[in-house]
């Protein structure tokens, strides 16, 4: 398949863009990228993770799910499901949390991500998903309170009984 540019002129990059290549921006680029690789340890931030997903395990048993591959996956981030429930019911008894039902570019949306719908996940599960991201200072005592938070407010949707009524309860 041959790919067609966009701006049209120049040859460059075998004929994929016109112009010259933006050297600064390029240099800077990569100066950002060390820079970053020097002030922060994915490796850290990958344990940090791991552990957030340990004890939401531990929480909730079967009543959560782990959204993509357990190991192909960005270090920072972790997404969740908890089947049955609306992520955004979840989120909203959360103050002080930031955290995402879906991509930003369909913020208010109560529709599942197309993303997990490409994955293959089911609606009763995609519905309840959440994607956390953790960042260079982030620490165990927020992960910590992120649970306990979680843990509370999906009690609170089953004290309730506010569940999504697109499901049936044990079914």
Do not use: Y
Not at 79 to 101: C, Q, W, Y
């Amino acid at each position: 398949m041959q790919l067609e540019p966009l701006p049209h002129g120049a040859n460059h990059e075998d004929g994929h863009r016109s112009g010259t290549e933006n050297v600064l921006e390029i240099v800077g680029f990569g100066l950002a990228c060390e820079s970053c690789e020097q002030c922060w340890d994915s490796s850290l931030t990958l344990q940090l993770r791991n552990h957030f997903w340990s004890c939401l395990q531990e929480k909730f048993d079967q009543r959560v799910e782990l959204n993509g591959h357990p190991e192909n996956r960005l270090p920072n981030t972790l997404n969740v499901s908890f089947p049955g429930k609306m992520g955004h019911e979840i989120l909203s008894r959360i103050d002080g949390l930031a955290a995402s039902t879906g991509s930003a570019c369909h913020a208010g949306s109560r529709q599942i991500s197309p993303v997990l719908t490409a994955m293959g996940v089911p609606d009763s599960i995609g519905l309840g998903a959440i994607r956390f991201s953790l960042g260079r200072h982030s620490e165990l005592g927020e992960v910590e309170w992120v649970v306990n938070q979680l843990v509370r407010a999906v009690h609170s949707l089953e004290s309730t009984n506010i569940l999504n009524p697109r499901f049936v309860p044990g079914n």
